[in-house]
């Protein structure tokens, strides 16, 4: 269910891209307007991670989860009702303001439902549906706004129908606890209560102390790693593309398809990964063998099929070997997702937010600048950043100390009022 959520949120906010023109020919817009109003999803879907985790923290996912699909799939449909740039925009920023506490709250949930052998892999199921519903999205998308009897508005208001009817069915089937489900046996919720060997002696962390969760390195390494990898993979949905284009010369509908290929190629990277992730730690009982050391390989592994890429010509053989590095890059995507909830204590959500809040400004940074510095140093330039952020990620990740919670790490002394 959490990754269906994924999905339909993925659908709604990444059609835009195939909408584009269409929008903007209908509304008369330039391309700088409707390149804002794209890139305007990701400020409010960034300062709403904290407030929305939170949220999800106190109220639970069962309440939040819901709620978030509904306010969303109004979001959608407004885009759809949308006259002019103004209210498309605050359509736009609707669907960030909305979608920020998804991974949060499922974050939390999978932390509550998984115990720590197992996390892993629902993870990166999770984040394989982003993707899934991204290249799923543009696809479904491409059909319908051409159709001549729905269009881009049409699209929109199909697209805002699942949305309510996941929330419907979500509220009346899930329960925030294993405990509180009617088909949870005692053995299940024994089994996913097991001890977090990695966790302290109590597995606990202290109270969410804002200056201690900021204060700490962990803290830091975590949101850095994931700032570089946001940033390297919102690439695909801005301006891979457009990049095949103009660098490899091909034609607009083959680079439709071929951004489709990394986006897969991610989908199978999460799936896998998270599989790979937890046998890692199963077998090792270690988080930095199994977060770290995977996360690290798969990132260094990436970096080096894109640069492989260079050395290849046509556009088939180099979108290739960049799919193959998004592979990579898609296992290590789990690691990112456990080991908050290694690290989070009580506070998952209030940590996952803070990270995904860093990360989502990465995307925001990197697709905004892309266009600047590809006047300066050219396609070749922005190809070299995209390599380097994931080695820059790898750094941040082989930087950490993931034992304990990251409130355990943190450089202020903590008083006995704090501890209390």
């Given at each position: 269910m ?19 023109s ?11 307007d ?22 999800a ?22 885009m ?36 720590a ?41 199909i697209?805002?129908v ?12 899930f ?36 200056r ?8 830091w390494?975590?949101?850095g ?22 660098y ?41 063998a ?29 979108v ?12 290590a995507?789990?690691?990112s ?38 006047e ?21 990740w ?23």
């Amino acid at each position: 269910m959490l990754c269906i959520a994924a999905l339909l949120a993925y659908i709604c906010r990444n059609s835009i891209s195939v909408a584009e023109s269409s929008i903007r020919a209908d509304l008369g817009l330039t391309k700088r307007d409707t390149g804002w109003m794209m890139a305007l999803f990701f400020l409010p879907y960034a300062l709403m991670q904290i407030p929305s985790g939170w949220l999800a923290h106190r109220k639970g996912t069962r309440f939040c989860l819901p709620l978030f699909a509904v306010a969303w799939s109004a979001a959608t449909l407004l885009m759809g009702k949308a006259s002019g740039l103004a209210m498309l925009m605050g359509a736009r920023m609707g669907q960030g303001i909305t979608q920020a506490g998804l991974f949060p709250a499922s974050t939390n949930t999978i932390a509550k439902w998984f115990p720590a052998t197992e996390r892993a892999f629902p993870s990166g199921a999770l984040g394989g549906f982003m993707s899934l519903g991204g290249a799923v999205g543009m696809w479904i998308a491409g059909v319908l706004v051409v159709h001549p009897d729905i269009g881009w508005r049409g699209m929109y208001f199909i697209f805002s129908v699942p949305g309510i009817l996941f929330a419907a069915l979500f509220w009346f089937w899930f329960r925030d606890r294993p405990e509180d489900h009617p088909s949870v046996n005692d053995a299940e919720i024994s089994h996913i209560r097991q001890e977090d060997v990695n966790a302290g002696p109590s597995g606990k962390s202290t109270p969410p102390l804002w200056r201690h969760l900021i204060a700490s390195p962990a803290t830091w390494w975590i949101c850095g790693q994931q700032f570089c990898r946001a940033a390297a993979m919102m690439f695909f949905s801005s301006w891979f593309a457009t990049y095949l284009q103009e660098y490899h010369g091909v034609t607009i509908k083959q680079s439709g398809l071929f951004t489709m290929l990394p986006l897969l190629a991610i989908v199978g990277g999460t799936l896998i990964g998270g599989a790979v992730v937890d046998a890692v730690y199963r077998r090792t009982r270690s988080r930095r063998a199994s977060r770290q050391g995977v996360a690290c390989a798969s990132l260094v592994l990436c970096a080096l099929f894109i640069v492989a890429a260079f050395f290849v010509k046509g556009a088939p053989a180099a979108v290739t070997l960049v799919a193959v590095g998004s592979f990579f890059a898609g296992t290590a995507g789990p690691c990112s997702f456990t080991i908050t909830i290694d690290m989070g204590g009580r506070h998952v959500a209030l940590l996952f937010s803070t990270m995904n809040m860093v990360g989502n400004l990465g995307a925001l940074a990197f697709t905004v600048g892309v266009p600047y510095l590809q006047e300066v140093v050219g396609w070749s330039g922005v190809m070299i950043l995209f390599c380097g952020l994931h080695l820059a990620a790898a750094f941040f990740w082989w930087l950490l100390d993931s034992s304990g919670t990251v409130f355990d790490q943190s450089l202020l002394r903590k008083t006995d009022a704090d501890a209390r």
